[in-house]
């Protein structure tokens, strides 16, 4: 499948369309038609930049075209990098009718959107991701921001793309380790939210692997699809949008007690997805198949080792907090995902006693 | 009159009530049921805090409350002194439900505003202006941010108030100077919204400048009634909201010609009306009117020497816009106001080559 394939954000007038194909770059799918004013920035990495910067600017045809590259990691995602991005666009007199263009990995998206959600208090931006990660997950839904000392996203805003154009060429260049960690938000899409997905990526994960195109843009289809749905109930996850967290309250304190970078995102969710069903306390052939995917897609099964100390602190059930409880994301069953501060304790306990 | 008032700016679920009145500190209006968690920020300036912290305290009875001084002053107005407001929302481990309190003038209600609005991409926040340029101008309509050093006010966000309190009583430790320049915001309003306010304005401007309580929470309330009907109208400034910014483009390029603080924002822009009345062409008697007002609030009715070429650049009329031409709010008539960009260029020519 080559023709491109369009899903649409519904936000009311802020809704967006998510473009999803091969051959959308060099000047496959016409971007200008999204950029309002005469210039755009486009804001990349180090190491994506040198890839596609020069495969993109045919999409702009007419525009006056700039471009900046942050450094890339995590480590950058900083008030300090996000106020390069500002500088820049000072420095190339941007005006309210400019545009800026995310073209990279979750890390560029999220500082460039929340860039231009500051700007004169809010420019359009545009999402070409280049990573799964980001296209199955960063670029659909708003979320914009950057890290704090104290905290992952601590520093953000919600701002809409003006459109997502999603290339599944630029997954050939994808090292394999990011194209698993992708995949585990693939997987947790299928967990939460559609088990006829999850039978499908039991039989295609070795295609993706293999990354042929067709299963790659079904694959980002379906995730995307779930997730715009998901967002366009609850754009500002004042309640069910929190289903998308399904194994990140394990996952981020891995995450955090390994020291971020140590393992990708995208492991460390698989591996807090496991935990999360366990919690659920799912069906054994469930549990299985939950397993066994995550397993098929390279990634791990198991926390690596943490004391139970450091899971309670960095899931944030200090003294403080245990009294409240905190709310996991639960399956009900394969396909299906809820909210609840309602657990087994016990259950918790074993999990997190165990691994240590 | 000692009995509040309560103004509410309608926009949806972000609406919010602004209170006016004397005796609102001390526990005079229960600021403690507009935070919605248990805890609270209040984030005020070197100057202020020692004038009004302790008389805030009291309206938020059973709240756990912390609070930070910033520096004070424009120059301060960076996202360097934002970061400092985040820093402290996470050393105190503010959370979703936490709210910031802003304390002091325009400078500390913007920071604090914008930080309110990026933290974990958003938390509730309330105005407490002090200063009356705050009360009757920034406080109201949700316009947070800070400056770069490219451009004033060019990174922020709108983020609306879940309540402002304006206490009439803080204007009393005002300094004079602080005082007119506050007037002039309030001239402004009456200039381009209503003329019976003008007439009334004509009559107690010297209660005014004796600060009469009275005189002065019906100036205030009549200008943030005013300021929310505009701002209801079109909260992102996509058109109408404009015309608040009358006087306020031959103020800019005053304030910018001379360097920030020479010139306080409120006597650059009383000036720059004079100058906006005379390029609308307006009645002879009505220009007399809108002079004698803003001299008798002991404002400068007449430019600072600056050279043509630099009323050019500030104003952003270098060679690459003028053909463009820029935007002008002009009076159709004391009391009405117009955003358009046909006028008298001759006039325009006249206006800034005269003062050069």
């Not at 394999?176 to 585990?184: D, F, I, M």
């Not at 099964?301 to 899971?311: F, R, S």
């Not at 709310?327 to 997190?352: K, M, N, P």
């Amino acid at each position: 499948m080559n023709a491109e394939q369009i899903i649409t954000v519904e936000l009311g007038d802020r809704s967006y369309p998510i473009v999803v194909g091969s051959g959308l770059m060099n000047g496959g799918f016409d971007l200008s038609r999204y950029v309002a004013g005469a210039d755009c920035l486009i804001v990349s990495s180090e190491t994506v930049a040198p890839l596609y910067l020069n495969r993109v600017l045919p999409n702009l045809a007419n525009k006056t075209v700039t471009s900046i590259e942050l450094p890339d990691g995590e480590s950058h995602k900083t008030l300090a990098t996000m106020q390069k991005v500002l500088d820049a666009l000072v420095e190339t007199g941007a005006n309210r009718d400019t545009t800026v263009i995310a073209l990279g990995g979750g890390v560029v998206g999220d500082i460039t959107g929340f860039a231009a959600a500051c700007y004169l208090r809010g420019v359009a931006f545009i999402q070409v991701p280049t990573t799964l990660l980001a296209q199955v997950d960063s670029s659909v839904g708003g979320k914009t921001g950057v890290n704090h000392p104290g905290g992952k996203n601590f520093i953000g805003a919600f701002h809409q793309p003006q459109v997502v154009m999603i290339d599944t060429d630029s997954l050939q260049t994808l090292p394999k380790r990011e194209l698993q960690a992708g995949l585990a938000e693939v997987i947790k899409t299928a967990a939460i939210y559609d088990l006829e997905f999850f039978d499908w990526l039991e039989q295609k994960m070795p295609a993706l692997l293999a990354r042929e195109p067709a299963a790659l843009a079904h694959a980002i289809r379906r995730s995307c699809e779930a997730k715009a749905q998901v967002v366009a109930e609850d754009e500002r996850e004042s309640g069910r949008r929190a289903i998308l967290n399904f194994g990140h309250t394990f996952g981020h304190a891995i995450e955090h007690s390994l020291g971020y970078g140590e393992w990708l995102h995208g492991e460390a969710v698989a591996a807090g997805m496991i935990m999360a069903a366990k919690l659920s306390g799912i069906a054994e052939n469930e549990m299985s198949r939950l397993r066994a995917l995550i397993v098929a897609a390279g990634l791990p099964h198991t926390p690596p080792e943490i004391a139970e100390h450091d899971w309670l602190q960095a899931m944030g059930m200090d003294k403080k907090v245990v009294a409240k409880r905190i709310r996991f994301v639960l399956l009900r069953e394969l396909g299906s995902a809820y909210i609840t501060s309602e657990y087994d304790e016990e259950r918790l306990q074993h999990l997190i006693g165990a691994s240590a």
